[in-house]
């Protein structure tokens, strides 16, 4: 195997997390009142609302910052003062600590296989991986933003392998999307590793994933 293919958001910067729970666990952490399924739809239509902003060249803490002002807008709560400004600072020093292990790992695995991005993004993918020091460690950043695709689609995988020159069957998918990663990287025909966190959903099916992780690190063993 030559290269290893990885997701960004909910696999490198929250440990297989999904940014829906993740929020959600501010949401318990500071006392915020709101019922779980009231979150979520505002979780979903902030995540619509952000993308009406022009982030190229949005650092990590303003997408942050975007989608919790939405989300307490649309929740009805008090977007100024203290409150969401500390549920922001404590979310990205948070995900900061989680992306800086897994760069460890990452910087390791750079000696022994190609690594390349796929990730739906918006634009900014290369700026918030300058932001957490991650340029250096993949040779092949793709934005869905920028090449106008989105996972699920195969075809935002294959742009990776083509610039990598690796044929699908000599790389590895790394995500902790069942839908959005594993089974169109399962398509190209690439070895699929499931970091299968907390989600929103449960997944009924695996039998795309090759091998099922429960935490980043575990893909030392797996590919080292």
């Not at 190229?56 to 409150?83: D, H, M, T, V, W």
């Amino acid at each position: 195997m030559k290269a290893v293919l990885f997701d960004f958001g909910g696999t490198i910067d929250t440990d297989g997390v999904h940014w829906s729970e993740r929020f959600w666990e501010y949401y318990q952490r500071f006392n915020i009142n709101i019922p779980k399924k009231d979150f979520e739809q505002a979780f979903v239509r902030a995540d619509v609302e952000i993308l009406k902003n022009d982030l190229s060249k949005a650092p990590f803490n303003r997408i942050l910052e975007l989608q919790l002002f939405s989300q307490f807008e649309i929740l009805g709560l008090q977007k100024e003062g203290e409150l969401l400004q500390k549920v922001i600072q404590a979310c990205y020093a948070d995900t900061k600590k989680v992306i800086t292990k897994a760069k460890h790992l990452l910087e390791e695995l750079k000696q022994r296989y190609s690594l390349a991005l796929v990730s739906n993004f918006y634009g900014n993918l290369d700026v918030v991986c300058s932001e957490f020091g991650l340029n250096d460690v993949f040779a092949v950043k793709v934005d869905s933003e920028i090449v106008h695709l989105r996972k699920p689609d195969p075809a935002i995988f294959k742009i990776a392998l083509d610039e990598l020159s690796i044929k699908a069957e000599d790389a590895y998918v790394v995500g902790d999307s069942y839908d959005r990663d594993i089974v169109p990287g399962k398509t190209l025909g690439c070895k699929t590793i499931w970091l299968k966190g907390k989600s929103w959903k449960e997944e009924p099916r695996s039998e795309a994933a090759d091998m099922t992780i429960t935490s980043f690190k575990e893909l030392r063993k797996i590919l080292l």
